[in-house]
């Protein structure tokens, strides 16, 4: 087989694994989505425009998913009154989308968090929409010290909330954040509701901002009813 041929055929190996597996109209499986790496995705968010790197590489966190686009919308729909004096942090970033927006609508100063796998890819983001004299990467894992933060006057999180086992996490981390945020500091969660069980739950991780038991209680009533 000649060389052009194999790499071909490497290239589709590497593409779907699983193609060998399919027979003419006979599939043994179903054709599997081919995976995302290393993509530039054109982004438009009414007036803002944007240019964004996405890689399954790193995991779930390097795709742009609907949550953080529904976000964006909304940040663009209030305008960049909304956004012009407040310092900006975003937990869970990923790809850093959401505090991308923030920062091109005219925000001072955005913060994007996520753990360490994910920086380089923020990075790389906040390079190519030259936005690096506003915007910095940070690496924020929940429930651990948080970095050095000087003024918070927003917070927010587009579905960083799939994995249950870390909202108590997540509660930790927004905790430690209510005692360095402003008074007027606002907290925009954007997800999807996956389960019956999100939105009770992420009521009472809210709650546990102001009543650090909410959860644990809610937790002891789910745990008595099983």
């Known amino acids: 087989m000649p060389g052009s041929d194999i790499a071909e055929e490497e290239q589709l190996d590497f593409s779907d694994p699983l193609r060998h597996l399919r027979v003419d109209d ?24 944007l240019q964004l790197l996405v890689d399954a590489g790193p995991g779930c966190g390097g795709i742009a998913w609907p949550a953080g686009e529904v976000l964006s919308n909304y940040l663009v729909h209030r305008g960049s009154a909304y956004l012009a004096e407040r310092h900006v942090l975003e937990l869970g970033s990923g790809t850093g989308l959401v505090g991308l927006v923030a920062a091109k609508l005219g925000s001072p ?50 579905d960083c909330v799939y994995f249950e086992p870390s909202f108590p996490l997540l509660v930790e981390t927004l905790t430690a954040l209510s005692n360095i945020a402003s008074q007027q500091c606002e907290i925009l969660f954007c997800y999807k509701n996956r389960r019956k069980t999100y939105a009770a739950r992420l009521g009472y991780l809210i709650a546990s901002l102001t009543d650090p038991l909410a959860y644990c209680r809610e937790d002891r009533k789910e745990h008595d009813a099983s």
């Open 26 to 49: 006979e599939a043994l499986v179903p054709v599997q989505p081919p995976s995302i790496q290393r993509q530039i995705q054109n982004l438009k968010f009414g007036s803002v425009d």
């Open 109 to 158: 100063k955005v913060i994007i968090t996520d753990q360490s796998s994910l920086l380089n890819m923020m990075n790389q983001n906040v390079a190519l929409n030259k936005l690096s004299d506003v915007v910095v990467s940070l690496e924020l894992d929940w429930g651990k010290e948080l970095p050095k933060l000087e003024r918070v006057d927003m917070i927010l999180a587009a």
